[in-house]
């Protein structure tokens, strides 16, 4: 589905009149409760409403991912009613039980984490990653938080890594039939567009062959660059529209420094090949 738009990122524009405290206070708010909350733990914003669970609420290293999407909606929707702790104590209760004990369990929700330039990767030095103008990670993807996936782990499921990447592919395949594409028109003109997708990493749809393919046709063009400035940010321009390249500029400054950065270089994409600019 292609809609049509300016330049703005949709979840900038989520309704919040009726709220008490804007999107910012809100997160700053659920961080502050669950380090109250849970006083062993370890908790830092790692984007928009994304917090990174950095240590267990019984202290042990973690690698998982909380979301405050459904969180910072239902907020908006019922104002001080919203019971904040009885929330966050639901999703970080589920932090401490362990993987799926076997590969059949897991396999429907593993996908593909980029990590290029990600300061948390550093907390999980036996993460498995693979290049792609940086690197490329997995994660167990939840409704509501996520779990990086390491060597160890795939060893105690018997699993080639070979078959994790191929799962992972194929679930980012099936998500990305539920994405919408968000033309940046200029004068009736597509000049680029960006992907919405709730509750999954956007950044990782560019390895799918669907995307360039779908991003060639509607660009009009063989080459493009792609823009990952966070995980939660994915644009597309043709690689020789130097005129948008210098419109984006700032926003990929602000989407930079907005959440835990991936890359501040563009990904070229030509004829499914990828290159990071130099």
């Given at each position: 589905?292609?809609?049509?738009?300016?330049f703005?990122?949709v979840?900038?524009?989520?309704?919040?009149?009726?709220?008490?405290?804007?999107?910012?206070?809100?997160?700053?708010?659920?961080?502050?409760?669950?380090?109250?909350?849970?006083?062993?733990?370890?908790?830092?914003?790692?984007?928009?409403?994304?917090?990174a669970?950095?240590?267990?609420?019984?202290?042990?290293?973690?690698?998982?991912?909380?979301?405050?999407?459904?969180?910072?909606?239902?907020?908006?929707?019922?104002?001080?009613?919203?019971?904040?702790?009885?929330?966050?104590?639901?999703?970080?209760?589920?932090?401490?039980?362990?993987?799926?004990?076997?590969?059949?369990?897991?396999?429907?929700?593993?996908?593909?984490?980029?990590?290029?330039?990600?300061?948390?990767?550093?907390?999980?030095?036996?993460?498995?990653?693979?290049?792609?103008?940086?690197?490329?990670?997995?994660?167990?993807?939840?409704?509501?938080?996520?779990?990086?996936?390491?060597?160890?782990?795939l060893?105690?499921?018997?699993?080639?890594?070979e078959?994790?990447?191929?799962?992972?592919?194929?679930?980012?395949?099936?998500?990305?039939q539920?994405?919408?594409?968000?033309?940046?028109?200029?004068?009736?003109?597509?000049?680029?567009?960006?992907?919405?997708?709730?509750?999954?990493?956007?950044?990782?749809?560019?390895?799918?062959?669907?995307?360039?393919?779908q991003?060639?046709?509607?660009?009009?063009?063989?080459?493009?660059?792609?823009?990952?400035?966070?995980?939660?940010?994915?644009?597309?321009?043709?690689?020789d529209?130097?005129?948008?390249r210098?419109?984006?500029?700032?926003?990929?400054?602000?989407?930079?420094d907005?959440?835990?950065?991936?890359?501040?270089?563009?990904?070229?994409?030509?004829?499914?090949?990828?290159?990071?600019?130099?």
């Amino acid at each position: 589905m292609i809609r049509h738009g300016r330049f703005f990122r949709v979840e900038e524009f989520i309704d919040a009149r009726q709220a008490l405290m804007t999107r910012e206070e809100f997160e700053s708010i659920a961080l502050h409760r669950l380090q109250t909350l849970y006083p062993r733990a370890r908790f830092l914003k790692a984007g928009q409403l994304e917090i990174a669970i950095l240590r267990t609420p019984s202290g042990r290293p973690s690698a998982h991912r909380l979301r405050l999407a459904r969180a910072w909606a239902a907020f908006c929707q019922h104002g001080e009613r919203f019971d904040l702790d009885g929330y966050l104590s639901r999703v970080v209760g589920t932090v401490e039980h362990k993987l799926p004990a076997d590969w059949a369990a897991a396999r429907a929700t593993i996908l593909p984490k980029l990590a290029l330039a990600d300061p948390l990767s550093k907390q999980s030095p036996d993460a498995l990653f693979y290049p792609l103008a940086g690197e490329l990670g997995y994660t167990l993807c939840g409704e509501n938080a996520e779990l990086n996936i390491n060597r160890e782990q795939l060893e105690r499921w018997e699993v080639a890594e070979e078959c994790v990447l191929a799962a992972a592919i194929d679930n980012l395949q099936k998500i990305w039939q539920r994405a919408s594409i968000v033309a940046w028109t200029v004068q009736d003109h597509v000049r680029a567009f960006h992907i919405e997708l709730r509750h999954v990493q956007k950044a990782s749809l560019i390895l799918l062959p669907q995307f360039y393919e779908q991003a060639a046709e509607i660009l009009g063009c063989e080459a493009l660059w792609a823009a990952v400035p966070n995980r939660q940010f994915l644009v597309a321009f043709a690689a020789d529209d130097q005129d948008f390249r210098q419109t984006l500029e700032p926003i990929l400054r602000k989407e930079w420094d907005g959440g835990v950065p991936l890359t501040r270089s563009l990904i070229r994409i030509e004829d499914g090949e990828f290159s990071l600019e130099d």
